[in-house]
């Protein structure tokens, strides 16, 4: 697995990664509606990027270069020498199969070991146990739920819970995460 900046030359085979409902369950919007969907999520990923505030990659497979999935840098804050990791999915395919493990560690790795992270968080719809089981794998430190945080999907109120690797905990989860893959 390795992770590529996002471009539109993913778009096709991400289109066709994206089109099972559960992977949009949580999100803002279900991306896999239509094709003029999925492409506005696109274009919205490749804008952010493009205007530095967030950093959108392509998840894919090293072994045939098929677009498996995507997730971001979001919430830059350089003053403050933090991030989040976010807008992650994968084709189900490809869950318990060790490619977030993977993705997780590429990136938390270039966070804190290039960017000097002091702080990296994710959030997740409270709902989520799936993503939240996953976040505490890592282990990332759960720090909370914030009520009715965001309005999602034509204005459903979502309770947002919040997680955190710092930069003390980086070479525990590091492990982990090496550990983990190494049994994959």
Not at 12 to 31: N, P, S, T
Not at 63 to 88: C, D, K, N, Q, V
Not at 95 to 111: F, I, R, S, T, Y
Not at 112 to 122: D, I, P, Q, T
């Amino acid at each position: 697995m390795r992770l590529e900046p996002l471009a539109r030359g993913h778009e096709e085979g991400l289109f066709e990664a994206a089109q099972d409902q559960r992977i949009w369950r949580w999100m803002h919007y279900d991306a896999s509606e239509s094709r003029e969907t999925f492409h506005a999520w696109l274009e919205d990923a490749l804008a952010a990027s493009e205007a530095g505030t967030e950093g959108a990659f392509a998840t894919v497979d090293a072994e045939t270069g098929e677009p498996i999935g995507s997730t971001r840098y979001l919430a830059l804050r350089t003053e403050h020498r933090g991030l989040e990791i976010g807008w992650t999915w994968l084709a189900p395919s490809r869950w318990q199969a060790g490619a977030n493990v993977e993705a997780k560690l590429l990136m938390l790795e270039h966070a804190f070991e290039r960017l000097g992270c002091l702080r990296v968080e994710f959030k997740t719809d409270a709902r989520n146990e799936r993503s939240r089981a996953a976040l505490a794998a890592l282990p990332a430190q759960f720090e909370g739920v914030f009520r009715k945080h965001m309005l999602v999907r034509g204005g459903e109120r979502r309770d947002s819970a919040y997680y955190s690797i710092i930069d003390d905990e980086w070479p525990e989860v590091r492990d982990n995460l090496r550990r983990r893959l190494a049994v994959v």
